[in-house]
């Protein structure tokens, strides 16, 4: 069931994404230890990559072997203390889940939730901000489960002017790289992701940017954090030794995957990240109007909320997810169903981010939009004339 | 720095291992959905692969994408709650970690702790034992440290003697596939591991075994897990969802590391748990006959307790780990120097495990013992007859 063995099909879900061929390349580099100087380079060079990829120069860059999840049990463990209020804006599951994350960990977690594709406003935002005082308020760029953006720019505007000690937390899992973000310009908090998205790394990597702001917080707390492997106070020793070139053990890092990231990031920086923000607005658009051509209608309740980095469409009448994305799979691309409770069969996710937007000339997107639609065809579908 | 450009070296340190070329390949298997109906069956048979791999028929196998040291975490939030008494046996460096990260999780643990090379006896355990009800006891199979090895079929004799309820917890990060184990016959209630030691799969995934009475100790908790990602509320219906091929989510796996996992355990299944026990075994007496012909000093302080997977040697007077690790760098082998806080300088470290001993005809632990050698005679090292 390797690469030569198993039949490929395109991957178009919202992540994991199609991989770079140099990328799969570098994920397989032979055993190199953990201490190797060749590697403590590589390494710190990646740390190095990613403080430019997210315009992020005065943040700390933090990469452990863990899912985009882990990224949350690290913000929650290192940043709350048991009673802090967190300001959760909910645009989908993402949102309900980073809740729970809190629960866990004893802070108090308060959800502003908008219905299914929209999400809240920022008057919304303001009035919750005004009416207790929240440590921190998280926001999800992209919501998988919806294809929602939020406006992380506005956000953070707003916080600054109405609450400006509060910590600005993005989970840009779903985002990054794929939605424009300028860190230490927009004055963020953290952004926490994972490597097999619009970074385009096979999954395994749960990747951090966090600012002296919350570094702050981080070290004025005053009860230990609750948490061994996702705890600050061992990791940032190893991300500076890294960065400084020194050997240092805390837990064996991901050797393979760093690789992987470290050549995913120097694409990223050549092609420059406008550059490949733009890509993902484009083909958006052009994916948007294609679905919205056959007379599907978007999750998103409008184009302004609606991600660049994955679309959510409504089935029309009679199709469900359970026929819908088996029969494209037989056709040789992987799109993905809905993923909230109750509505989940009724739509379908498809990822354009990475590699598939970024090299349109390899018409992935293109191939994504005509089984699409031969698929709704196949399944009855008359098209927006119906 | 891929596979094509970084220049080869043996990689003979206690892990990460030299990988096959078969498993390097499966993890840069193309971009497959962690929903793909054939990564599903994957990631199943691998579960089902690692039951038989540690002949566990009744437990229950979990693999998350995360660092070997996750782990502790897992065992430590959900299989102990505040204030629960904790036996850590210790025999290096990873016995002081794990005593560290039950506290992160307010259980109070106790070290029984061995001078460096050594080990605590069974009549110091039993003696701890009978001083107070422990919820678990933990041991470090082989401990990457000191390349000590514990007993761990005659300590879970003993628990099962004279504390039947409290919890065996195997850390076999250094250890598994290397040293013997019998995971349902020697009635262990914990292994955890790590893909990059002797099961040969580049680092990332946090590997375990839980019986059925860690699983109803886990079951009887009366406070909640405090962590998130390592909770095992989530990661057990995953495992059982992917064991019963079916589609699920809670954090995207690691989905080319398992590729990787899956073709390891099913070259080891192959060859045989019992064949790769004596081929380590054998390759660690080898090993350890050529140091001491050389009239060097193991750190264990007999060959007893001495590991199989592993090890650890004392430098003679005038050399260490600062000149001598470089050296043997430069001639194309990658050993690790010392671990332990003052004394890591004085003695070095070798990894005879997986690929290295499994398929000797590789000609790797011959030429690791050549460059030995010859380094020390460069360093001036006249050998025994000093």
Request: charge should be negative.
């Amino acid at each position: 069931m390797t690469q030569q063995t198993q039949d490929k099909k395109l991957c178009m879900i919202p992540g994991p994404i199609e991989f770079h061929e140099n990328v799969l390349d570098a994920v397989s580099t032979h055993a190199t230890s953990h201490v190797d100087p060749r590697f403590i380079n590589v390494f710190g060079e990646t740390l190095e990559n990613l403080r430019e990829v997210f315009a992020a120069k005065n943040a700390q860059p933090v990469v452990i072997s863990g899912s985009g999840t882990l990224g949350w049990d690290i913000v929650a463990s290192n940043l709350a203390q048991e009673g802090d209020n967190v300001l959760v804006l909910t645009t989908g599951y993402f949102g309900d889940r980073f809740t729970e994350c809190f629960q866990a960990y004893k802070a108090n977690p308060t959800q502003l939730k908008a219905t299914p594709g929209d999400r809240p406003t920022l008057e919304q935002i303001e009035k919750a901000l005004s009416e207790k005082e929240y440590k921190i308020l998280t926001v999800t760029h992209v919501d998988t489960s919806t294809g929602v953006v939020s406006d992380v720019k506005a956000i953070t505007e707003l916080v600054r002017r109405v609450s400006p000690n509060t910590l600005v937390v993005v989970d840009a899992v779903c985002a990054a790289v794929a939605e424009e973000l300028y860190f230490d310009e927009w004055d963020v908090d953290v952004l926490l992701t994972a490597s097999q998205k619009a970074i385009g790394v096979p999954p395994g990597l749960s990747i951090l940017v966090i600012s002296q702001r919350a570094l702050g917080v981080y070290e004025s707390r005053t009860t230990p954090v609750a948490n061994y492997y996702a705890s600050l106070a061992k990791w940032l020793p190893i991300m500076k030794a890294y960065e400084a070139r020194k050997p240092s053990y805390f837990a064996t890092p991901a050797v393979q995957l760093i690789y992987g990231l470290n050549v995913a990031l120097k694409q990223i920086i050549k092609t420059g990240p406008k550059a490949i923000f733009e890509a993902h607005k484009k083909a958006a658009v052009d994916f948007r109007a294609h679905v919205e051509g056959l007379g599907l209608k978007l999750v998103p309740v409008n184009h302004e909320v609606a991600a660049n980095a994955m679309t959510a469409v409504w089935f029309p009448e009679g199709i469900t997810a359970a026929d819908f994305v088996p029969h494209l799979f037989g056709k040789g691309v992987v799109v993905a169903g809905g993923l909230l409770a109750d509505i989940g069969p009724k739509y379908f996710r498809v990822g354009h981010m990475g590699l598939s937007v970024v090299e349109p000339e390899r018409g992935y997107v293109e191939k994504t939009k005509q089984v699409v639609a031969e698929g709704l065809s196949h399944f009855g579908y008359k098209g927006a004339s119906q």
